[in-house]
């Protein structure tokens, strides 16, 4: 049981990247979904979570209006669209799955995909 994350890179302030978190195995489908980062010297924080049907969907303040998160149950596969970057997003992005609805506790996820980088400079 895997999770892919990719799609990270260097962008510039106001740039825009999308995350990508494929499951090895479709029983993920029905699964919720989150995305965390991690910066340098700081905790893991939660970014975005949407539920197995995509029908809900949960931000953090500090993303909301600038990032989407949406899935692909017949791709296993959820992604991470970010808008108007800014240098505080600089992190680690990971993806992870749950059994149950959403939650934004990183502690109750499951299953946690390898991370991909995120660089935007201003």
């Known amino acids: 049981v895997q999770l892919q994350a990719s799609g990270g890179g260097s962008v510039q302030a106001g740039g825009s990247l999308r995350l990508s978190c494929a499951a090895s195995?479709?029983?993920?489908?029905?699964?919720?979904k989150g995305w965390f980062r991690q910066a340098p010297g700081k905790e893991r924080e939660f970014v975005a979570a949407?539920?197995?049907?995509?029908?809900?969907?949960y931000y953090a303040d500090s993303v909301k209006g600038r990032f989407t998160i949406s899935r692909d149950n017949a791709k296993n596969t959820v992604y991470l669209q970010m808008n108007s970057l800014k240098p505080e997003d600089t992190a680690v992005y990971y993806c992870a799955a749950r059994r149950g609805g959403s939650n934004s506790s990183p502690n109750t996820y499951d299953y946690w995909g390898q991370g991909t980088q995120v660089t935007v400079s201003s």
């Open positions: 195995e479709r029983t993920f489908s029905s699964y919720a």
């Open positions: 949407i539920n197995w049907s995509g029908g809900m969907t």
